[in-house]
Nanobody, 116 residues
Framework: VQLQASGGGLVQAGGSLRLSCTAS????????VGWYRQAPGKQRELVAT????????YYVDSVEGRFTISRDNAKNTIYLQMNSLKPEDAGVYYC??????????WGRGTQVTVSS
């Protein structure tokens, strides 16, 4: 199974980006999915998660109120709407499911750069 994130880019502080993540198999509909990010020189951190129904979501404190995770099971796609971006939000963003995380499998991420 391949995971591929897209939608990153260069944006000014205060701007917005919408990330998308697709999988080559229908794994999102039966798993909690998370968005993670890794800044240069830092460990990868969990940013947000969404349950299979989308009814219960988690956000790390630093993005609460600015980021929104959503899913479209029919399209096998997970989204991350990022508003009011800050320079500290920069990094490579990945989506993943827990069974892959524990196995150390990560798909292709997307780079987010925020200029101050």
């Amino acid at each position: 199974v391949q995971l591929q994130a897209s939608g990153g880019g260069l944006v000014q502080a205060g701007g917005s980006l919408r990330l998308s993540c697709t999988a080559s198999a229908s794994i999102f509909s039966i798993n909690v999915v998370g968005w993670y990010r890794q800044a240069p020189g830092k460990q990868r951190e969990l940013v947000a998660t969404i349950t299979t129904s989308g009814s219960t979501n988690y956000y790390v404190d630093s993005v609460e109120g600015r980021f929104t995770i959503s899913r479209d099971n029919a399209k096998n796609t997970i989204y991350l709407q990022m508003n009011s971006l800050k320079p500290e939000d920069a990094g490579v963003y990945y989506c993943n499911i827990q069974p892959f995380v524990v196995r150390g499998y990560w798909g292709r991420g997307t780079q987010v750069t925020v200029s101050s």
